[in-house]
């Protein structure tokens, strides 16, 4: 199997790209393939929210609706005290504020991302949670920041909806941002 990272990217660069595994015809050997190569293809997009003062024990919820074509997808994390994460698919959502998907190829990508994604949606139906973490940050008042990330990439396929929240657990209001990257099949 080659590893196109070895000896080429610090730790970081390497954790922070999307890897994707393929096949090559007649070798048998994987090639892997990071969200840089998708960047250059106009294939990887980014889509975040930053809430100030979200109150103690309120979410903010970042919802995708996939298009027609699978979505590789990593998210981070950043809160100004502690809370909760928790990532669902298939949340039944409706309404929420659009925000904009956005090519990370600036200088030539121009289409919608193939999501569509909102903040703070009204939720019907949570889905199926499949993570659940906890963002240390200090409690109420002496509250030092935290952050997650998710480098281990989900695969998220054509038509379903999947859902961050984030929850204030703080005992105080906190800003809240999440990051979302992602690229598509």
Not at 136 to 153: C, D, L, M, Q, T
């Amino acid at each position: 199997m080659a590893d196109t990272y070895r000896g080429t990217k610090s730790w970081t660069e390497r954790t922070a790209n999307v890897l994707e595994s393929s096949r090559v015809q007649g070798g048998g050997s994987a090639v892997y393939t990071s969200i840089h190569a998708k960047t250059h293809e106009q294939m990887a997009y980014s889509v975040h929210r930053l809430e100030p003062d979200v109150s103690n024990n309120v979410n903010l919820d970042l919802a995708l609706t996939v298009g027609s074509k699978n979505i590789h997808l990593v998210w981070s994390i950043t809160t100004t005290a502690a809370a909760r994460s928790y990532f669902y698919e298939n949340a039944d959502i409706a309404g929420g504020t659009s925000i904009n998907a956005l090519n990370r190829d600036r200088a030539r990508g121009t289409d919608n991302g193939h999501v569509t994604a909102v903040y703070n949606p009204t939720v019907n139906s949570l889905g199926t949670e499949l993570t659940a973490d906890i963002i240390p940050g200090g409690e109420k008042n002496k509250s030092i920041g935290g952050a997650g990330h998710v480098f281990s990439e989900w695969i998220i396929g054509a038509g379903t909806t999947c859902m961050i929240r984030v929850q204030n657990n703080s005992g105080a209001g906190e800003d809240i941002s999440i990051n979302g990257y992602y690229y598509v099949e």
